[in-house]
């Protein structure tokens, strides 16, 4: 089992910060007599594993707002920095997003996608850009395959190529 354990820690953080707090839970339940606060521990092991998946989440909305300005903007000016944003926030999903948490993202995926595109919106319009504001789609365009593939970016809708 600690072979297991350890393995899981290694490829499935996420999973293992679950297992921990179930395993602290059982043991909070058995009324097990040690110098430990179970209660307490198991909370903290599950926040942690909540902030790792919040943490994806964020950068996941972050990612879908840049790739819809680097999609719909005409402006070649800020590109620069929307590819940065993108490569960054690809890598920080990449240091955090499990196996065991994917099936949790890909449920939150299109409510992610809504606080998204509605900064994005915000964005363009900062930007007067409104025919570009107005043709962000209302349904997410990007199955989470895609968000995390580092080699793709959206073609613009303005014909603007990038130097990836």
Known sequence: MAVDLEQLYREDFYAWLRAQAGALRRLEA???NGPLDLPRLAEEVEDLGSEQKHAVESQLRRLMQHLLKLEHS?????????????????EEIGARLTRSMR????????KLYAHASRKARRDLLAYREREAADALPAENPYPLDRLIDEGWYPPNRHGLIDEA
Do not use: K, S, Y
């Not at 402006?75 to 926030?89: C, E, H, K, Q």
């Not at 099936?103 to 299109?110: A, K, M, Q, T, Y």
């Open 103 to 110: 099936p949790e993202i890909e449920d939150v995926l299109n």
């Open 30 to 32: 058995e009324r097990w």
């Open 74 to 90: 005409p402006a070649a000016d800020p590109r620069a920095g929307w590819l940065n944003t993108v490569d960054d926030a690809r």
